[in-house]
């Protein structure tokens, strides 16, 4: 048979030989031109019958390959075409119209008690702004850490303080202009330490809404301690924070890709979708009411989602006079300066009569839940604490344990500091996804199994099979529970592009199952990992600000108080520590996070009384 080249070749020779004919024989001989365009015109047929052919015949091959592919196995031209569309194909994203918070209504209507518990939760983390103004300020009117000012406070016996006294210090803010400001609405940190001691608390920040602030600290240990006061945002800023949380939930948006065949299709998902835009499909949770969405594909069906991932963030949500309130190392997290002197000297404690030393209610509202003493975290109550140094100590007393983690990847962080320090835990390979699970490690020979799952949608991950998307309330109500059962949740850090609706409602659902699975198994331990401080930018901020973090962390302790779960306060212990704030806390706070967890699941034993 001819090649394709051969064949081209003898065509192009045979219509030189026609022009050359033509030229020594003149217009007289029409027949041996039509004898010659023939000939062309077969051979040219005869290319495009072959090219037909082979491209008929490569089809078919494909198709026959595609039929015989398992469902798990995803080939590499899906691979690339996914790609392919990801990259290349606009995405059409949902337009949200302002003021119209609708997000937060979807799903099953709550009942009276759940509304009400809603409305209190609101309003018991209602952040006080700036007044009205006729046009937004600019920033020489916002608040500038660098003119703000604290000063320590004397105590009634002057400027003496004892381990058992309060400390307090006192914050007035001031704008890029240097004018006090007269109103509230500063996010504020503060902490005292003593890095010579690695001892650090934090401190409770009450706002007077007229500029002034108070930082209220427990004296702990004996020693020099320096105070150290941190603007986070400024009230202007926490105003645009309020605006997008409640007006821009697409700010974070998802995706997941539909396969049948050889077609594919990706769509933009998430919580909500306006539904007067596309049609959607309906991946609404049976049992929870959950709400999740994504528009249809235009050629397949709804059940033909094969995953789920983050598809990206939002640009440009703020103007640019916003955009300055955004500023790293002008307005986010800047520490403020003292008028005077900055640290104390703390004396051992006072003499006093058990009268006079009895605790005042007050103090224990502002109480932390512990603080850091040789870098080692201390607990004030709850717990009594235990350190948890060797590997062995960690499997004795795990031994006979089923671990359960549900939630983000701060709890995932657990998993993985737990098998990296315990060797006889061996990780058992599940073939999942890289940071996304699930995950289980085991030791056979003192009888442990640890095992992690994320929570369900929003999840920002970067791709979640579809199947393996569980919401944790499902995930508990499977558990038989029992003395031998430790569950351990973190659910936080994907909720905060949501309004806060969206996470009560959560919480709702997981508290549920907690109670239904204490009910049938009292003896089993609950854990929950609160929210914890991270480094902040601009970009950050809009989507993962700390102000979002801390109206979440408030509501979910709310939601749990009063039950049989323990909490371990990574808020304060992010907040005390003098290593930078991290999404992923580094190892020396993980490591006093964990000793905290297996102080609750393995409690000191008391000592019993020489009779």
């Not at 105590?155 to 109103?183: A, C, I, N, S």
């Not at 005077?340 to 932390?368: F, T």
């Not at 962080?413 to 390979?429: D, G, M, S, T």
Request: charge should be positive; aromatic fraction near 10%.
């Amino acid at each position: 048979m001819l090649s394709i080249r051969s064949i081209m070749s003898r065509g192009r020779n045979d219509a030189i030989i026609t022009v050359r004919a033509q030229r020594e024989t003149g217009p007289d001989h029409g027949r041996q031109k039509e004898v010659t365009m023939c000939r062309n015109l077969s051979n040219f047929a005869l290319i495009f019958f072959f090219l037909a052919l082979s491209g008929f015949i490569f089809l078919l091959r494909n198709i026959q390959t595609v039929e015989n592919w398992k469902c798990h196995t995803v080939s590499a031209i899906y691979q690339l075409q996914s790609r392919i569309q990801s990259s290349f194909i606009p995405v059409n994203l949902p337009t949200f119209y302002n003021n119209r918070t609708f997000c937060a209504h979807l799903g099953q209507k709550p009942s009276a008690e759940d509304e009400l518990e809603e409305r209190y939760l609101l309003d018991s983390i209602a952040w006080p702004g700036p007044p009205p103004r006729s046009t937004p300020p600019t920033l020489r009117q916002t608040s500038d850490p660098v003119h703000s000012l604290f000063a320590i406070l004397p105590t009634k016996e002057g400027r003496e303080w004892h381990v058992g006294d309060q400390l307090e210090v006192l914050v007035q803010m001031h704008d890029f202009q240097g004018r006090p400001k007269h109103y509230g609405g500063d996010f504020i940190l503060a902490r005292l330490h003593t890095p010579e001691l690695g001892a650090s608390v934090a401190g409770k920040v009450l706002d007077h809404r007229n500029g002034f602030y108070s930082a209220l600290f427990p004296l702990l240990w004996v020693g020099s301690a320096q105070v150290e006061v941190t603007l986070v945002h400024s009230s202007e800023a926490v105003v645009v924070l309020r605006r997008l949380r409640e007006e821009r939930p697409d700010r974070v948006f998802f995706k997941s890709l539909f396969r049948q065949g050889f077609l594919s299709e990706t769509t933009v998902c998430n919580m909500c979708l306006p539904p007067d835009q596309q049609p959607l499909c309906n991946y609404t949770d049976l049992y929870t009411g959950e709400p999740w969405y994504c528009y249809k594909p235009k050629m397949l069906s709804c059940d033909t989602r094969i995953n789920h991932a983050k598809g990206g963030y939002l640009k440009h949500l703020i103007t640019n006079r916003e955009a300055l309130l955004f500023q790293s190392g002008v307005n986010i997290k800047v520490h403020i300066h003292a008028s005077g002197a900055d640290r104390i000297n703390v004396l051992p404690p006072r003499k006093v009569d058990v009268e006079s030393s009895s605790v005042k209610p007050d103090a224990i509202k502002l109480a932390p839940s512990g603080y850091y003493y040789e870098d080692s975290w201390r607990a004030l109550a709850g717990v009594t604490m235990r350190q948890f140094n060797e590997s062995s100590a960690i499997t004795q007393c795990l031994r006979n344990k089923v671990i359960n983690m549900y939630g983000d990847s701060t709890v995932r962080q657990w998993f993985e500091y737990l098998i990296a320090l315990v060797p006889e835990l061996k990780e058992f390979n599940l073939h999942s996804p890289k940071n996304v699970g699930p995950f289980m490690a085991v030791d056979s020979t003192h009888n442990i199994l640890l095992k992690y799952r994320c929570h369900g949608p929003p999840i920002r991950f970067s791709t979640v099979t579809a199947s393996e998307l569980r919401y944790v309330s499902n995930e508990l109500d499977g558990l038989a529970g029992g003395s031998d059962t430790i569950v351990v949740l973190s659910i936080w850090a994907h909720f905060s592009t949501f309004p806060v609706e969206v996470y009560i409602r959560r919480l709702r659902h997981i508290r549920r199952a907690v109670l239904r699975l204490l009910d049938r198994a009292p003896g089993t331990t609950v854990v929950i990992r609160s929210a914890n401080l991270q480094a902040l930018d601009q970009e950050v901020s809009l989507f993962n600000s700390d102000w979002f973090s801390l109206q979440l962390d408030e509501v979910l302790r709310a939601m749990f108080k009063g039950l049989n779960v323990q909490l371990v306060d990574a808020w304060q212990m992010s907040s005390a520590h003098h290593l930078p704030h991290a999404l992923h806390p580094p190892p020396v706070i993980v490591k006093n996070m964990i000793d905290v967890l297996l102080s609750h699941v393995c409690p000191e034993k008391k000592k019993s009384q020489e009779t």
